[in-house]
């Protein structure tokens, strides 16, 4: 690997804190509000964040038009679909749990990759990785709680729920891949802004949040997630993506899972089995194997934990 500036390793270092703490503070809001509204909340704030960096830096968002639909598509399948999958997942089980499970994105957009991506072809190490990562997810989960013969139902579904989260960002990592265009940093705003639009009719609906009665403790922690891991997580990564390169960014996904599992432990008391340890093993190994000679990623704003 090239030498990179210590500014480098410094945003690095600032986006794994923001990221990787991001589980505990969803798993300390959520048992305050609903999950619909803390996905709406943290939408709203880093939406009028972002959308007011962009305006301040002098940048310009497309007419509404057929060039907003591609930012509609990742809105939903990148924001509003994964955020509320991994909170309400978050409601049953630990927040080390959820960074482990959230480890296999890499590889599933290997995967998708290969089928709608073109010169994205599953390669044996690749493929290698990809079985290792699911080899680890089992450990994680346990084979006769994915063959629904044990364990109990809301843990599983907890599980199934971050899970699908994570695949949700996988396939928006490709979706980036073959729609988006233009600005990376006018999409990151439009995209956000629009999954607040959306979020925000469903927290009504479904929360009606008026009638909750969140401490102070609870509302910082909102706001917290909506400014940090949502808005200033989004400006450090593309910083990072500009300085470092893709490649380098690579690097945050052997580390959100490790930070989330040691916070959680500290911070929690949280008090994972052997099977996080072996699952989350498994899991980097194969976020390892698979990107043995991998070519970068193209820039394309980034999954929000």
């Not at 396939?171 to 629009?194: E, H, P, Y």
């Not at 490649?247 to 996080?276: D, K, W």
Request: proline share 7%; glycine share 10%.
């Amino acid at each position: 690997m090239a030498a990179h500036a210590l500014r480098d390793w410094g945003l690095l270092a600032a986006l794994v804190a923001l990221w990787g703490s991001n589980f505990m503070f969803i798993k300390l809001g959520v048992a305050a509000v609903p999950p619909a509204t803390l996905v709406a909340s943290r939408l709203v704030i880093g939406a009028v964040i972002l959308v007011a960096v962009v305006r301040a830096w002098g940048y310009v968002f497309p007419t509404l038009g057929r060039a907003w639909m591609p930012y509609i598509v990742l809105a939903v399948v990148g924001n509003c679909m994964p955020f509320w999958f991994i909170t309400w997942g978050q409601k049953s089980i630990d927040s080390a749990l959820a960074g482990i499970l959230m480890a296999i994105m890499p590889l599933t957009t290997l995967l998708l990759a290969h089928f709608f991506v073109s010169g994205e072809r599953m390669t044996r190490n690749r493929v290698a990785g990809f079985g290792l990562g699911f080899m680890g997810i089992v450990a994680l989960m346990g084979p006769a709680a994915l063959a629904g013969l044990g364990g109990s139902p809301l843990q599983i579904l907890a599980q199934l729920s971050v899970l699908c989260g994570a695949l949700c960002y996988a396939a928006n990592g490709v979706l980036i891949r073959v729609t988006l265009k233009g600005d990376v940093i006018v999409a990151s705003a439009a995209i956000i802004a629009i999954a607040a639009v959306v979020s925000v009719p469903v927290a009504l609906a479904v929360d009606q949040p008026w009638r909750l009665d969140p401490d102070w403790t609870a509302i910082s922690i909102l706001t917290w997630i909506g400014i940090g891991p949502t808005a200033i997580a989004t400006l450090v990564h593309l910083k990072l993506i500009a300085s470092a390169g893709p490649t380098f960014m690579s690097l945050i996904n052997y580390c959100i899972p490790v930070v989330a599992l040691l916070i959680g432990m500290a911070l929690l008391g949280e008090e994972p089995g052997a099977n996080a340890y072996s699952g989350l093993a498994l899991i980097l190994a194969g976020i390892g194997l698979s990107q043995l000679r991998r070519n970068p990623a193209p820039k394309g704003p980034p999954p929000v934990p």
